[in-house]
């Protein structure tokens, strides 16, 4: 539905959007669910690509950046900024 506002698609019935990074990332054994989740973005980006390659191809409309807690602050704790 190229060129199809959001607004028009909703009005067509439902929209599916991407969610459940955190669990299947944990699922398979990527991160523990806590306060430092962007961590994964950083030293696996390609898996985060990969799962939502896989979430449209299982029919989401919408995939959403994977970005919990991603801010530099939150980084510079952990050293990773």
Do not use: N, W
């Amino acid at each position: 539905m190229a060129g199809t506002s959001l607004r028009e698609r909703l009005a067509t019935g439902p929209v599916i959007c991407a969610e459940g990074y955190l669990f299947e990332l944990e699922r398979r054994g990527y991160l523990q669910a806590g306060a430092f989740v962007p961590e994964v973005v950083v030293e696996h980006p390609e898996l985060v690509e990969m799962l939502t390659r896989e979430f449209v191809h299982a029919g989401s409309d919408i995939a959403l950046a994977f970005t919990y807690y991603a801010h530099r602050e939150k980084l510079r704790l952990i050293g990773r900024e």
